[in-house]
C-alpha cells in the first residue's frame, strides 16, 4: 500500500540521510522526433527544479517498458534519496523476482541513468568527471554506408570521410529483401515461393567483393566494419570471417543469433576478424559470459538493456581487465540521452574501442537540448552538470510514437522458400 507520497513505506533503506532530499515523481515520456519511438525517464526531486532524465528505449515494445516504469518501478523509488543509485537499482533488479530482459532493465535503465544525471546536477559536474574523468580527449566515431549496390555503397562511404570520419560500416543490397541495412532488388528470386527472399548462401559468397571493392577505392587508412545481423550460423560466420581477412575488417558485428551465444568462443577463436556482439543482451550476466567466456574481441553493448550506466560501468571494467575493448551500440533508436551517457562511459574508460554514431534530424535536436553533434568523425561529452541534455516536452508531444514499425519490417525478412530468418 502507498503512504501520501505515493511510495511505498517498506521501501527505504535502513540507514538516515544527511539532509531530507527525496524522489517525488517518476515518469516516462515517448516521443518519435524521426519516427523511431524514443522512450525518456524523468525523475523529480523535492528539491524544486532539480531532476534527471534517463534512456529507456526498447523501441519495439515501448508500451511494455512506458507500463514497467510506471506501474512497477516508480512506486519503489519515490520516497527514496536520489543519491542511493546501487541501493535503487538493485532493489528494482531483484523486485520483479523473475529478473532481466529489455522490458525489465530499460525501464531500470530509464531511473538509474536519471539518477546519475541528477548526481551529476547536484554536484555541479558532467558524469564522467564522476566515473573518474577523462582517458582521452574525444570520442572517435563510426558511421554507416549502405545502399543497393556496392558502387553506391562506396559512394557514400567517400562522403563521410569527406567529413572527416576514419571508420565506417559497409553494408549492401543484395537480391530481393536485401540485406541488412541495405535495399534490394524487388522479385530478386523469381521461381521461389518467396521471390522477395534473402539467401545465405549468397551473402556469404558476395560480401567479401564490397570489401575488395571498398579496399582498392578507399584505401587502408579508413577502418571498416561490416554487421551480419544475426543471420548465419556459426560454421557460416567462420566461412565469412576467413573470407574477409585480407581486407583487414575493424569488427564483423553480430555474427550468430543470440540463442547460439554458447557458440561464440569457438566462432571467435576461428575468426581472423575481431568479433563485436552484444546489443541484443538483456542481461549483465550474459554480457559478463560474452567477456570472461571468450567470446567477443568488442563488446557491443546496448546500454539500456542490461540495466543503465551503474551495470554498464561495471561490465566496462571487467572488459578492461579481460582485454576486450567498447563498441557501444547507438543507432537511431537511442536517445540523446543514451547517447550522453555512452559518451560519459566512452570518454572515461581505457577499454574504449568504437562508437557508433547516428546523426539525429532537426526534430530530435528540438525534442532534446543539447544533442551530441559529431564534428570530423569525433563526439564529445557536454561540460554540462548531469548529461546536457534536456528534453523540452511540449516539443516532444508534437512527435507521438507509431505502432509495429519494427515488426512489419521483421516480418518480410524470409528465405527464398518463405521460411523466417533472423531480421
Known amino acids: 500500500m502507498l503512504d501520501a507520497t505515493g511510495a511505498l513505506p517498506q521501501a527505504g533503506p535502513p540507514w538516515t540521510h544527511r539532509d531530507r532530499l527525496r524522489i517525488t515523481q517518476v515518469r516516462a515520456i515517448v516521443t518519435a522526433p524521426e519516427g523511431l519511438p524514443l522512450v525518456v525517464v524523468r525523475v523529480d526531486t523535492s528539491d524544486d527544479g532539480l531532476y534527471g532524465l534517463g534512456c529507456a528505449t526498447f523501441t519495439q515494445r515501448y508500451e511494455a517498458v512506458v507500463a514497467?516504469?510506471?506501474?512497477?518501478?516508480?512506486?519503489?523509488?519515490?520516497?527514496?534519496?536520489?543519491?542511493?543509485?546501487?541501493?535503487?537499482?538493485?532493489?528494482?533488479?531483484?523486485?520483479?523476482?523473475?529478473?532481466?530482459?529489455?522490458?525489465?532493465?530499460?525501464?531500470?535503465?530509464?531511473?538509474?541513468?536519471?539518477?546519475?544525471?541528477?548526481?551529476?546536477?547536484?554536484?555541479?559536474?558532467?558524469?564522467?568527471?564522476?566515473?573518474?574523468?577523462?582517458?582521452?580527449?574525444?570520442?572517435?566515431?563510426?558511421?554507416?554506408?549502405?545502399?543497393?549496390?556496392?558502387?553506391?555503397?562506396?559512394?557514400?562511404?567517400?562522403?563521410?570521410?569527406?567529413?572527416?570520419?576514419?571508420?565506417?560500416?559497409?553494408?549492401?543490397?543484395?537480391?530481393?529483401?536485401?540485406?541488412?541495412?541495405?535495399?534490394?532488388?524487388?522479385?530478386?528470386?523469381?521461381?521461389?515461393?518467396?521471390?522477395?527472399?534473402?539467401?545465405?548462401?549468397?551473402?556469404?559468397?558476395?560480401?567479401?567483393?564490397?570489401?575488395?571493392?571498398?579496399?582498392?577505392?578507399?584505401?587502408?587508412?579508413?577502418?571498416?566494419?561490416?554487421?551480419?545481423?544475426?543471420?548465419?550460423?556459426?560454421?557460416?560466420?567462420?566461412?565469412?570471417?576467413?573470407?574477409?581477412?585480407?581486407?583487414?575488417?575493424?569488427?564483423?558485428?553480430?555474427?550468430?543469433a543470440p540463442e547460439h551465444y554458447d557458440r561464440l568462443p569457438e566462432v571467435r577463436a576461428a575468426s581472423p576478424v575481431p568479433i563485436a556482439v552484444g546489443e541484443q543482451v538483456g542481461s549483465v550476466t550474459d554480457a559478463a559470459r560474452l567477456v570472461k567466456d571468450g567470446g567477443v574481441d568488442l563488446l557491443r553493448l546496448h546500454t539500456s538493456s542490461v540495466g543503465g550506466l551503474t551495470p554498464t560501468r561495471k561490465l566496462v571494467a571487467l572488459a578492461e581487465l579481460s582485454g576486450v575493448r567498447t563498441a557501444f551500440h547507438s543507432p537511431g533508436d537511442i536517445s540523446p540521452v543514451g547517447v550522453a551517457a555512452n559518451l560519459a562511459v566512452d570518454i572515461s574508460t581505457p577499454a574504449f574501442g568504437f562508437q557508433e554514431s547516428h546523426e539525429y534530424n532537426d526534430a530530435t535536436h528540438e525534442v532534446f537540448e543539447g544533442t551530441p553533434v559529431v564534428h570530423d568523425g569525433y563526439l564529445s561529452p557536454s561540460e554540462e552538470p548531469g548529461w546536457g541534455v534536456d528534453l523540452n516536452e511540449t516539443a516532444a508531444a508534437q512527435y507521438p510514437p507509431t505502432k509495429f514499425l519494427h515488426e512489419k519490417w521483421a516480418a518480410r525478412v524470409r528465405r527464398p522458400d518463405g521460411g523466417l530468418e533472423a531480421p
Open 68 to 256: 514497467a516504469v510506471e506501474g512497477h518501478v516508480a512506486p519503489l523509488v519515490i520516497g527514496r534519496h536520489p543519491a542511493d543509485i546501487e541501493d535503487i537499482t538493485r532493489l528494482v533488479h531483484y523486485s520483479s523476482y523473475w529478473r532481466n530482459g529489455p522490458v525489465l532493465n530499460n525501464a531500470l535503465s530509464g531511473v538509474d541513468q536519471a539518477l546519475w544525471d541528477i548526481a551529476g546536477k547536484r554536484a555541479g559536474l558532467p558524469v564522467y568527471e564522476l566515473l573518474g574523468g577523462r582517458a582521452r580527449a574525444a570520442i572517435e566515431v563510426y558511421t554507416h554506408a549502405a545502399a543497393p549496390t556496392i558502387e553506391a555503397t562506396l559512394d557514400q562511404a567517400e562522403k563521410y570521410i569527406g567529413r572527416g570520419y576514419r571508420n565506417v560500416r559497409l553494408q549492401t543490397g543484395q537480391p530481393g529483401v536485401g540485406a541488412y541495412g541495405a535495399p534490394g532488388v524487388p522479385g530478386g528470386y523469381p521461381r521461389s515461393p518467396h521471390p522477395d527472399g534473402w539467401d545465405a548462401e549468397r551473402y556469404v559468397r558476395s560480401t567479401p567483393a564490397l570489401f575488395a571493392a571498398a579496399r582498392e577505392r578507399l584505401g587502408q587508412d579508413i577502418n571498416l566494419m561490416h554487421d551480419v545481423h544475426s543471420r548465419l550460423t556459426p560454421k557460416q560466420a567462420v566461412v565469412l570471417a576467413r573470407a574477409l581477412e585480407p581486407y583487414g575488417l575493424s569488427f564483423l558485428e553480430d555474427v550468430i
